[in-house]
């Protein structure tokens, strides 16, 4: 079994910052791509973030330049430092990881629960 733990979420004022984390846990052999993705209220879910094992990141257009990924492989977790929040950033944020469990060949994907990040104008 695997489980994605997310934290961070939170009410924030437009202009300030907040990081998400997200920690994988569970019968895992790799993690390959991590990431986040965020779904405001009756809008379809969007791709923020993802970031490779080996570094690459992608980012959406809308996030370029105000929110950055990072992993910590170690301890199999992922972040987004989210800075200079807009009021259009509000929304569901949800880590994704792409994992190979312990005595499987492929990879499945994972998602965690959810955490809400509302920016007030």
């Known amino acids: 079994q695997v489980q994605l733990v997310e934290s961070g979420g939170g009410l924030v004022q437009a202009g300030g910052s907040l990081r998400l984390s997200c920690a994988a846990s569970?019968?895992?052999?790799?993690?390959?791509?991590m990431g986040w993705y965020r779904q405001a209220p009756g809008k379809q879910r969007e791709l923020v973030a993802t970031?490779?094992?080996?570094?690459?990141?992608n980012y959406a257009d809308s996030v370029k330049g105000r929110f950055t990924i990072s992993r910590d492989n170690a301890k199999n977790t992922v972040y987004l430092q989210m800075n200079s929040l807009k009021p259009e950033d509000t929304g569901v944020y949800y880590c994704?990881?792409?994992?190979?469990?312990?005595?499987?060949?492929?990879?499945?994907?994972?998602w965690g629960q959810g955490t809400q990040v509302t920016v007030s104008s």
């Open positions: 970031s490779t094992s080996e570094g690459n990141t």
């Open positions: 994704n990881a792409k994992i190979m469990r312990v005595g499987l060949v492929y990879e499945y994907d994972y």
């Open positions: 569970g019968s895992i052999f790799r993690i390959n791509t």
